[in-house]
C-alpha cells in the first residue's frame, strides 16, 4: 500500500473542494478548503523530489490545461492526467507527460456505459496507460458511480460484476467515496472494505483521511491492495491531520 498525492485544479489553480459541492449550474454551492499561492508545478516538483509516482492531476472543469501540462512537465511520466479527456485528445495528455490517463464522465451518457467508448479509449492508449474513476456516492445502502462534477448518478454499482467488467479495459482504478471528500472526518469504511475484496487491479481509494491511522485502516479494510490519496488533511493543503513529510515517510515505512 503507498499513498499516491493530487493535484486538484480549479479556475487554473490548485485547491481543495468539498465533494459533490462543485456544480456547474449552482456556482454557490461550491466549498473551497484551501486555494494554493503555489502553482501546480510547485507540487508536482515536490512529488518528483519525494518520487512519488502514480499521483494524480485532476482538472474541475474548463480553464485548467495549461495549470495541467505545467504539473504535467514538472514530472514527465509520473502523474496520471484526469478531467474532460477523450478518446480524441487522451493521445496529446501522454505526450504532454502524462504517465496514464483518467476518464469517468466520457464513458456515460444518460446513466449507462458506452462500451464503444471504452473501446475507443483503449484503442487509442492502450489498457495498461488508462485508469477509470468509479467515483461513487451511496443511495439506497449501495454505491452508484456519479459523473459530471459528481453530480448525477449513474445506473451503475459498484460491486464485483462492476469491478470485473470495467478491469478488462483498464489497468487501474481511482474511487473517491464522494459523501466523504474533503471533509475529514474519516474514511468511507464499506466501500474501502468492499474494493479490498473484490478490486481484480491496483487501486487508489479516495475520501475522508484525515489521519495516518485512517491509512493504515484503509490499509488493513483492503488486505493491503489498496493505495489512498490523502486532500485537505494535508498540511501542504492547508490541513492539520497529516503533515506530507509523514505521508511520504509512510510510502518509505511501506517500501515505496
Same mark, same amino acid.
Given at each position: 500500500?503507498k499513498?499516491?498525492?493530487?493535484i486538484?485544479?480549479?479556475?487554473?489553480?490548485v485547491?481543495?473542494?468539498?465533494?459533490g459541492? +462543485?456544480s456547474d449550474a449552482d456556482?454557490?454551492? +461550491? *466549498?473551497?478548503?484551501?486555494?494554493?499561492?503555489?502553482?501546480?508545478?510547485?507540487?508536482?516538483a515536490?512529488y518528483?523530489?519525494?518520487?512519488l509516482f502514480?499521483?494524480?492531476v485532476?482538472? $474541475? #472543469?474548463? #480553464?485548467?490545461?495549461?495549470?495541467?501540462?505545467?504539473?504535467l512537465?514538472?514530472?514527465?511520466?509520473?502523474?496520471?492526467?484526469?478531467?474532460g479527456?477523450?478518446?480524441?485528445?487522451?493521445?496529446?495528455?501522454l505526450?504532454?507527460g502524462?504517465?496514464?490517463?483518467?476518464?469517468?464522465?466520457?464513458?456515460f *451518457?444518460?446513466?449507462?456505459?458506452y462500451?464503444?467508448r471504452?473501446?475507443?479509449?483503449?484503442?487509442a492508449?492502450g489498457?495498461?496507460?488508462?485508469?477509470?474513476? $468509479?467515483?461513487c456516492r451511496?443511495?439506497?445502502?449501495?454505491?452508484?458511480?456519479?459523473?459530471?462534477r459528481?453530480?448525477?448518478?449513474?445506473?451503475?454499482?459498484?460491486?464485483?460484476r462492476?469491478?470485473q467488467?470495467?478491469?478488462?479495459?483498464?489497468a487501474?482504478?481511482?474511487?473517491h467515496?464522494v459523501?466523504?471528500?474533503?471533509?475529514?472526518a474519516g474514511?468511507?469504511?464499506?466501500?474501502?472494505?468492499?474494493?479490498?475484496?473484490y478490486a481484480?487491479?491496483?487501486?487508489?481509494?479516495?475520501?475522508?483521511?484525515?489521519?495516518?491511522a485512517? $491509512?493504515h485502516?484503509i490499509?488493513?479494510?483492503?488486505?493491503?491492495?489498496?493505495?489512498?490519496t490523502?486532500?485537505?488533511?494535508l498540511d501542504i493543503?492547508?490541513?492539520s #491531520?497529516?503533515?506530507y513529510?509523514?505521508a511520504?515517510?509512510?510510502?518509505?515505512?511501506?517500501?515505496?
Amino acid at each position: 500500500m503507498k499513498f499516491r498525492p493530487c493535484i486538484d485544479l480549479h479556475g487554473g489553480t490548485v485547491k481543495q473542494i468539498v465533494g459533490g459541492t +462543485l456544480s456547474d449550474a449552482d456556482a454557490s454551492a +461550491l *466549498k473551497t478548503n484551501f486555494v494554493a499561492d503555489q502553482p501546480p508545478s510547485y507540487y508536482a516538483a515536490m512529488y518528483r523530489r519525494d518520487r512519488l509516482f502514480g499521483g494524480h492531476v485532476i482538472m $474541475l #472543469g474548463p #480553464g485548467n490545461e495549461e495549470a495541467a501540462r505545467q504539473a504535467l512537465a514538472a514530472f514527465p511520466g509520473g502523474l496520471q492526467i484526469g478531467g474532460g479527456i477523450t478518446a480524441t485528445n487522451a493521445k496529446q495528455w501522454l505526450d504532454s507527460g502524462a504517465s496514464a490517463v483518467i476518464v469517468t464522465s466520457y464513458v456515460f *451518457k444518460d446513466g449507462r456505459i458506452y462500451e464503444e467508448r471504452l473501446r475507443e479509449l483503449t484503442a487509442a492508449v492502450g489498457r495498461e496507460r488508462l485508469v477509470i474513476d $468509479l467515483s461513487c456516492r451511496k443511495r439506497d445502502g449501495r454505491y452508484y458511480v456519479v459523473t459530471d462534477r459528481w453530480q448525477k448518478f449513474t445506473a451503475t454499482v459498484v460491486d464485483e460484476r462492476s469491478l470485473q467488467y470495467f478491469a478488462s479495459f483498464c489497468a487501474e482504478f481511482l474511487i473517491h467515496a464522494v459523501d466523504v471528500e474533503g471533509q475529514c472526518a474519516g474514511i468511507a469504511e464499506d466501500i474501502a472494505a468492499l474494493l479490498g475484496r473484490y478490486a481484480p487491479i491496483p487501486t487508489t481509494y479516495a475520501g475522508g483521511v484525515r489521519t495516518l491511522a485512517d $491509512l493504515h485502516r484503509i490499509k488493513e479494510l483492503g488486505h493491503n491492495r489498496l493505495d489512498a490519496t490523502i486532500g485537505s488533511a494535508l498540511d501542504i493543503f492547508g490541513g492539520s #491531520g497529516i503533515t506530507y513529510a509523514g505521508a511520504v515517510a509512510f510510502n518509505r515505512s511501506e517500501g515505496h
